[in-house]
């Protein structure tokens, strides 16, 4: 079965400093990646999506992802982040092979203090 | 834009009682599906639904059944609500139809608090 990880359950960062979150998924085959972002109090939405191509994918507010498959990995990046990019940060997968499910990674808390 | 709506955004019930879900797409989509969001676990999929009166279990189906009737509703059913079931429960919707990229949509959530 798929499994999503990320690396950390809680990150806390001072504002402009720069922002990696870990993800790793177990399937072998074709996948899309996604990151969510869960800001406090509203629903999730999609920051950004790979489903083939450049690797490297930009999203909204000026975050960014680079899918490594060698490596099973799909890390989360932004160079300066900022007290309103406090929010939860969910990795997810969907394997071409796996249906229409989406498997979730277990969320990282971001806090960004000012 | 897609738009998910859920019926409550809070909703308080007693142990043993019957709680229905509802959530609505308005963007004509296939797939919809029911998750629950708990602290450190992410979000699990407990059902989904592929076509009208079609449905399929997920992670975690055990306590809950599910019914679509029309394409745009998908309801989440608690036959029996216990304190386990307290939790935030997401639903989205997705293209589907046989489309190999897809991107889920998420509604607003509907906190639920089980005594």
């Known amino acids: 079965a798929q499994s999503v990880s990320q690396h950390n359950h809680h990150v806390i960062l001072s504002e402009a400093a720069s922002l990696e979150l870990g993800c790793n998924y177990s399937?072998?085959?074709?996948?899309?990646l996604f990151w969510y972002v869960q800001y406090p109090g509203q629903h999730l939405q999609l920051l950004l999506k790979?489903?083939?191509?450049?690797?490297l994918v930009k999203g909204i507010k000026g975050f960014e992802a680079e899918f490594i498959k060698s490596k099973f990995s799909f890390n989360l990046r932004k160079p300066s982040v900022q007290w309103s990019d406090t929010a939860e940060y969910f990795c997810?997968?969907?394997?071409?092979?796996?249906?229409?499910?989406?498997?979730f990674g277990p969320g990282t808390r971001l806090s960004v203090l000012p | 834009d897609v738009k998910v709506t859920q019926s409550s955004r809070y909703l308080v019930k007693r142990t043993g009682e019957k709680v229905f879900l509802e959530c609505v797409q308005d963007?004509?989509?296939?797939?919809m599906f029911w998750y629950r969001q708990d602290p450190g676990l992410g979000l699990r999929l407990i059902y989904f639904?592929?076509?009208?009166?079609?449905?399929e279990k997920g992670d975690i189906p055990e306590g809950y059944s599910v019914s679509r009737e029309k394409k745009e509703r998908f309801s989440l059913i608690l036959e029996s609500a216990s304190t386990n079931q307290t939790s935030m429960y997401l639903c989205?919707?997705?293209?589907?139809?046989?489309?190999?990229?897809?991107?889920?949509?998420f509604g607003p959530g509907t906190r639920l608090l089980v005594l």
């Open positions: 989205a919707s997705s293209l589907g139809g046989g489309a190999t990229q897809e991107t889920q949509y």
């Open positions: 639904s592929y076509d009208v009166k079609m449905k």
């Open positions: 399937y072998g085959g074709t996948v899309n």
């Open positions: 963007m004509d989509h296939e797939n």
């Open positions: 790979y489903f083939s191509g450049d690797p």
């Open positions: 997810a997968v969907n394997a071409e092979n796996y249906g229409q499910n989406f498997v």
